[in-house]
């Protein structure tokens, strides 16, 4: 990426917009580009500037924050764009509809100073993340479900062996490089393959992934280590 990041950042506190700006722009490979107070105006800007974040808070005015993700995520334009959640509310629900709407990482508003920036960067680099705690209410709630797993559905049908055990390996958290060891080929030929799961299955990417494998009963919660690449 040449440049800084550019960052949107979107929360109806002006507090909060004014210090995450500070914030951002306190370094040199980060720029903030604006601010919105709605998620209608979420949208809005991020069709007009194309970031490559966006900051969202869960909870404004109008258009909250989840659904200003899925329309941002779904939109064609936007597709440089990478959505991180940012919200006081640590709660299931919240996790699984920014997931499912297309979100890369979801960080309570609580995070350090210089994680918050590291988050930034490691999402505008392609890779996505969640709150360790978080991680761990996401596998609790899949764990804890009473009502059968659909069988492996349409949504897998169009996959090789190769990579269905590749999204099985992907959603049990292991980073590249031990995918690579362990199926025996090259870190390149790994990322080739997820590249091609992001496409096959429309995931916006590795986060999305995983929910996949976790809502299809691919992967069942136990099965092994599940946590950020």
């Not at 709660?91 to 979100?103: I, M, N, P």
Request: hydrophobic content about 50%; charged content about 25%.
């Amino acid at each position: 990426m040449s440049g800084p990041v550019r960052v949107l950042i979107a929360d109806d506190q002006a507090l909060l917009r004014t210090g995450f700006r500070l914030l951002i722009d306190s370094v040199p490979d980060l720029t903030v580009v604006g601010e919105a107070v709605t998620g209608e105006e979420a949208v809005e800007l991020t069709l007009r500037l194309l970031p490559d974040i966006v900051l969202m808070d869960v909870r404004m005015p109008g258009v909250d924050g989840l659904e200003a993700t899925r329309r941002i995520c779904a939109h064609h334009a936007a597709a440089g764009t990478r959505v991180v959640i940012l919200t006081t509310f640590d709660l299931d629900e919240y996790v699984y509809a920014a997931l499912r709407g297309g979100a890369s990482g979801f960080l309570l508003k609580d995070i350090l100073p210089a994680d918050l920036l590291t988050a930034i960067r490691v999402v505008a680099s392609g890779d996505a993340l969640l709150a360790p705690a978080v991680t761990r209410r996401l596998i609790r709630e899949f764990a804890g479900r009473d009502e059968p797993r659909p069988a492996l559905a349409e949504d897998l049908s169009g996959l090789t062996p190769r990579e269905v055990e590749i999204l099985r390996l992907v959603a049990r958290g292991l980073p590249n490089p031990v995918l690579a060891d362990h199926l025996g080929v090259s870190v390149a030929t790994v990322k080739t393959h997820v590249r091609r799961l992001l496409a096959k299955l429309g995931a916006h990417d590795r986060t999305q992934l995983v929910v996949i494998a976790y809502e299809t009963g691919l992967v069942a919660a136990g099965e092994g280590r599940f946590g950020p690449r």
